[in-house]
Nanobody
């Protein structure tokens, strides 16, 4: 069941920036993750936020360049991306759940267990040209 809506994707040149948004209506999710899937590759988890403990997780390949944040109403989650590279080209998805612990949340994203959460979106495309 699709309950999240991503937006903000687009085409930029290497070194450019984008901010992706994930609108989560209906519930206050306590675990929100961003995943991405490049052409001919498996979907991978790249960032997650656990708002109740103000905790964030980042995959090594994006740490220092991407920042995940949530608004106070807990209805929007953002992925701020700077220093974009051609290898960041992918469809970006957010997935969320209300129930996992912090450890379960971050492990699910770190292990790229897409589909494990109970809400997800249709994705937004990011293209980075060299």
């Amino acid at each position: 069941q699709v309950q999240l809506v991503e937006s903000g994707g687009g085409s930029v040149e290497t070194g450019g920036s984008l901010r992706l948004s994930c609108a989560a209506s209906g519930y206050a999710y306590n675990c929100i993750g961003w995943f991405r899937q490049a052409p001919d590759k498996m979907r991978e988890g790249i960032a997650a936020i656990y708002p109740d403990e103000s905790a964030e997780y980042y995959r090594d390949s994006v740490r220092g360049r991407f920042t995940i944040a949530q608004d106070n109403a807990k209805s929007m989650v953002y992925l701020e991306m700077i220093g974009l590279r051609p290898e960041d080209t992918a469809m970006y998805y957010c997935e969320a759940d209300r129930d996992p612990s912090l450890g379960e949340c971050f492990t699910t994203v770190a292990e790229s267990r897409t589909g494990a959460f109970n809400a997800w979106g249709q994705g937004t495309l990011v293209t980075v040209s060299s």
